[in-house]
């Protein structure tokens, strides 16, 4: 009995000792653990190799080893830690050709070009679902040239987007727009906002009141027209910048002629605001523009419509020559108020030795750039229907 009580009471007095070094113990493994620090690596990929980018400033006793599905790099120098020994290794999620695959240090980073085995687009970069969290997708890197022998440089983002979109949704959380396709979106938007808020006031206005109502159009949506058309003069420099695709002459033809019709003959001229003409051109104009905006958000979102696509390369067929027409009636009827009133003429003599007559400038715009200019749109509007609403073209979205 008093064996049992003296084994008893030196158990009780073992047990702090051999907590203390198991804490001891544990301590000492998470300080080992902690001790082997990482370097931030940001990946990208084409179908026919992965390029790693470590962030490691002056690195020293550089050791990187290839294997056949891995790559185990070690080396001293300045990252995200400071001035440490920083290591990591990566299996990858497919074969890899270890022989061709190489490295080269640049500047504050050490960039790392491996070839795949075989030619495809991996989902993950790592053999596990679960990726390091020192390991970041290299968004920068995926717009390159992947094919050397190609005449321009291939975008993987167009190539892949959707691949794309899901590696941003996993690393960030959310899919990250463009700046520019931010801003697209919301000129889109708004200006289809403007317009059809003209539409619906003009319309319940008529209804309301009748054909009264026709005569005072402008001082309703005269103002909002103007802002709206003015705002396209953007339209003419998205081409030039690169944010649209196409020449900026065509924008720059219909909103030169829109602005001419809206602000010179319109606006300088109180008698013409009170013109039906007025009514019908701001209706036409409209009617175009809630069709063409959210066609273009469609286009921008990567969810073409084909019902949408079809009104957008139909719906000017009988609204481009009605709008041209109504724009040539207002300017025909302007011609004798500029008679009268002389305005921006200019007549001799002055200080400048030159002459302007308003009048018959308008002759000459009718017939040397209204026509020809409406002959350039509707060519245009007409290539640009056959080259979307092509009998392949049109059956391929409306099965999407």
Not at 107 to 124: T, V
Not at 231 to 244: A, D, K, M
Request: glycine share 4%; net charge positive; aromatic share 16%.
């Amino acid at each position: 009995m008093p064996d049992l009580k003296n084994k008893i009471s030196m158990t009780l007095k073992d047990q702090p000792q051999q907590k203390l070094e198991i804490m001891q113990a544990n301590y000492s493994n998470s300080k080992s653990i902690l001790q082997q620090l990482s370097p931030f690596v940001y990946w990208a990929q084409t179908e026919k190799q992965i390029t790693l980018k470590i962030e490691l400033k002056d690195a020293k006793g550089l050791h990187i080893e290839f294997t056949s599905n891995a790559l185990n790099f070690k080396a001293k120098g300045y990252g995200a830690r400071g001035l440490n020994e920083y290591q990591f290794y990566i299996e990858f999620y497919a074969l890899i050709n270890s022989e061709e695959s190489y490295f080269r240090v640049i500047d504050s980073k050490i960039e790392c070009i491996i070839k795949k085995s075989e030619k495809s687009w991996w989902p993950r970069l790592v053999a596990t679902p679960q990726k390091p969290h020192w390991l970041k997708i290299d968004f920068d890197r995926w717009h390159i040239e992947d094919d050397r022998l190609d005449e321009k440089p291939r975008d993987i983002r167009q190539d892949y987007y959707r691949e794309y979109e899901r590696l941003q949704k996993e690393e960030i959380g959310y899919i990250k727009e463009s700046t520019k396709t931010v801003y697209m979106v919301f000129y889109n938007f708004a200006q289809f906002i403007g317009y059809l808020y003209i539409l619906c006031v003009i319309c319940i206005l008529y209804y309301r009141d009748g054909p009264d109502v026709i005569s005072k159009t402008y001082e309703y949506v005269g103002n909002a027209m103007k802002f709206v058309q003015l705002l396209q003069f953007l339209e003419v420099l998205h081409p030039i910048f690169g944010y649209t695709k196409g020449s900026p002459l065509i924008p720059l033809a219909q909103v030169m002629g829109r602005n001419f019709v809206l602000f010179l003959m319109i606006e300088w001229e109180e008698r013409m605001q009170t013109k039906p003409v007025v009514f019908y051109l701001f209706i036409i104009w409209s009617l175009v523009e809630v069709i063409r905006y959210p066609y273009y958000l469609t286009a921008i979102a990567k969810m073409p419509l084909a019902f949408l696509t079809w009104m957008r390369y139909t719906i000017w067929i009988p609204l481009y020559p009605m709008g041209i027409l109504c724009e040539g009636i207002i300017i025909l009827r302007n011609i004798p108020y500029f008679e009268e009133t002389k305005r921006f003429s200019v007549e001799m003599p002055n200080q400048f030795n030159f002459a302007f007559d308003m009048p018959t400038f308008l002759k000459i715009y009718l017939l040397g750039f209204l026509l020809p200019g409406s002959y350039m749109l509707v060519t245009h509007m007409a290539k640009s229907r056959a080259m979307k609403l092509g009998k392949k073209r049109f059956i391929r979205a409306a099965k999407d």
